[in-house]
């Protein structure tokens, strides 16, 4: 069955479901929609850390370049 047949019949049957749990499913729903499109903005701390990995990728810290390619030959991209 697609998914938006099986979604067709889900709200249907929610239709029938008790007011309380109707308002819940509805919140549900309205949680992913809100979500939709929404671009996630790291903290100042997550920035920092991003900000030390790549300065430890630009400086050659994690690895050279020799060994990246050793990596590469002997496991494949």
Known sequence: M???DRLKLLL???LTWPPDEQARA???LAMI???R???YEPTEDEWSAIEQGLAQIE???IASAGEL???WKRFGP
């Open 33 to 35: 929609e809100a979500r």
């Open 59 to 61: 400086g050659g810290d």
């Open 12 to 14: 249907d049957s929610v």
């Open 37 to 39: 499109g929404e671009v």
């Open 26 to 28: 509805a919140e549900a």
């Open 2 to 4: 697609a998914t938006t």
């Open 69 to 71: 390619e050793a990596l």
